[in-house]
Every structure is written in C-alpha cells, then in structure tokens.
C-alpha cells in the first residue's frame, strides 16, 4: 500500500481535528482512516471506488460513513469534489496538491491534469482588474485523447458522420 504523504497527511488531520473540535462532530476512527486512505492516492475517484478500497483493506466503514466524510473532508478543504460532465461526482485531495486544471477524454473518460502559470497570471489579472478576490477556479478541457488503443475507452471513438434532413 502506497504511504501518504506525511507531512501533507498530517497537516490534514490537524486540519480535520479542528474543523470537527470547532463544528462539534465527534473524532471518530473512520474519518482519520479515510482521511488517510484519500492522502495516499494520486487519482481521481469515486464514492465507489474509496469505499471498495476501504472494503478491500478490511476497514469496517459503510458507504453512508464515506459519503459523509466526504461531505465533511469538502467543507473543510481537505478534499476537492468534481462534476466531470458525468452524472458520478469524483474527489482528489487537496491540501498540499498544487493548483491544476483538467482535460477530458470524452471517448474513454480518462482524466488528465495539467498546470500553466499563465491561467493563474490571468487568475490574478482578471481578479485585480475588477476588484475582485478570486478564492479558486475550475478549468475543464473536454476532447479526445487520439490514442488508437487506449485501454480506457469503453466504446468506438466516434466517427464525424453527416445528418442529412427532409424536407
């Protein structure tokens, strides 16, 4: 099993421990492991698949404890949710992960990151110029990814075909 970044993991658990100590929720195991368990992926994922993992690694969790945590890992910035056009929302870590935007492959719905210090030189522009504090973006590319045999695609790539209309 891949370790988490300690420093990153903990700092997030600092973090995790006074959003709860500050909001009243109760410090409870599960949350730490799944904070955890969230701190040692480089992916993108799933309620499903954080909560399959979480089986596969005989933690006792259900998947209303993950959702939760989730809600809760959300609201104090240690997690990242994302709507990817998909009806599936999918999470990454956040604290200690430097800014990035997304590209899309709508063939085969693998996500791809990339960083441009430009997009946050025109993040600071446009927030300077009308005088406003921009506290984060989201920036999606959504396109193809031209790989013939891409293990990721779930069906043919589509072909530019012609409708024709009677009239």
Known sequence: MPQASKPNFEAAKKILTAYLENKGLRKTPERFAILEEIYTREDHFDVDE???????????????????????LVDCDLV???QFGKNLAQFEKSYGN???????????H???E???????????????????SVMHHSLI???????EN?????????EATAVYEDR
């Not at 954080?50 to 809600?71: E, G, H, Q």
């Not at 430097?98 to 590209?103: E, R, S």
């Not at 590319?141 to 790989?147: H, R």
């Open 150 to 158: 891409c293990q990721n695609r779930t069906e043919a790539p589509r």
């Open 114 to 132: 990339f960083c441009d210090p430009r997009i946050q030189s025109i993040q600071n522009m446009v927030g300077e110029m009308l005088n406003f």
């Open 98 to 108: 430097k800014q990035h935007d997304h590209l899309i492959c709508t063939d085969c």
């Open 50 to 72: 954080l909560y399959i993992s979480m089986k596969n690694k005989r933690y006792r969790v259900s998947r209303a404890t993950v959702y939760n945590t989730l809600d809760v």
């Open 80 to 82: 990242t949710k994302h």
């Open 110 to 112: 693998k996500v791809m």
């Open 141 to 147: 590319f959504y396109g193809n990814c031209n790989k």
